[in-house]
T-cell receptor, first 109, second 116 residues
Framework: KNEVEQSPQNLTAQEGEFITINCSYS?????LHWLQQHPGGGIVSLFM???GKKKHGRLIATINIQEKHSSLHITASHPRDSAVYIC???????????FGTGTSLTVIP | GAGVSQSPSNKVTEKGKDVELRCDPI?????LYWYRQSLGQGLEFLIY????????KSGLPSDRFSAERTGGSVSTLTIQRTQQEDSAVYLC??????????????FGPGTRLTVL
């Protein structure tokens, strides 16, 4: 049983499309993070959320604590957005991070 | 400034050998994390260091795994008597303040370990 589930596992989009990646979790959390892992392996932190919504450039992240669900949206997608997007939650009972297996996004020019 | 660095970038070893993986965190970061990423699996927490506090070792999968952090800076992850299932990418991250739930973590490039 995975504490964090992401969907879809793989996603291919045309450049310019609006993209949504979903994350559902089963534990009580104090924070949720979205990470981006590029093909070379480097991981970059995109957002930390504990409630509501955050926006950074073309990226928007939302969280619904009651529904235990978060979404990452990419507007006007670009080939450089191609990466694996990872959802991670910090459990406030286990005091540790749980990670989703990631969503592999490919944006085609 | 420099980011988190890890060495070696790749390590191939034979089953039963010991390996040491090194992490240099960003200067001034008080918290340091080790994770493991196996093929097709999500990131798995291994160990967490925060300042001079006792490390949280709850993620270490067996007593063959150990880690230390000297002088509050460089950390070494040691795997003794390596097994094939230890093959994975080992990632190190550091953060400035040490609030585990909310800190932005800065990840190193990882060490890809292959146990033959």
């Amino acid at each position: 049983k995975n504490e964090v589930e992401q969907s879809p596992q793989n996603l291919t989009a045309q450049e310019g499309e609006f993209i949504t990646i979903n994350c559902s979790y089963s534990v009580g959390i104090s924070a949720l993070h979205w990470l981006q892992q590029h093909p070379g392996g480097g991981i970059v932190s995109l957002f930390m959320l504990s409630s509501g919504k955050k926006k950074h450039g073309r990226l928007i992240a939302t969280i619904n604590i009651q529904e235990k669900h978060s979404s990452l949206h990419i507007t006007a997608s670009h080939p450089r957005d191609s990466a694996v997007y990872i959802c991670a939650v910090y459990s406030n009972t286990g005091n540790q991070f749980y990670f989703g297996t990631g969503t592999s996004l490919t944006v085609i020019p | 400034g420099a980011g988190v660095s890890q060495s070696p970038s790749n390590k191939v070893t034979e089953k039963g050998k010991d390996v040491e993986l090194r992490c240099d965190p960003i200067s001034g970061h008080t918290a340091l994390y080790w994770y493991r990423q196996s093929l097709g699996q999500g990131l798995e927490f291994l160990i967490y260091f925060q300042g001079n506090s006792a490390p949280d070792k709850s993620g270490l999968p067996s007593d063959r795994f150990s880690a230390e952090r000297t002088g509050g800076s460089v950390s070494t992850l040691t795997i003794q008597r390596t097994q094939q299932e230890d093959s994975a990418v080992y990632l190190c991250a550091s953060s400035l303040v040490g609030r585990r739930s909310t800190d932005t973590q800065y990840f190193g490039p990882g060490t890809r370990l292959t146990v033959l």
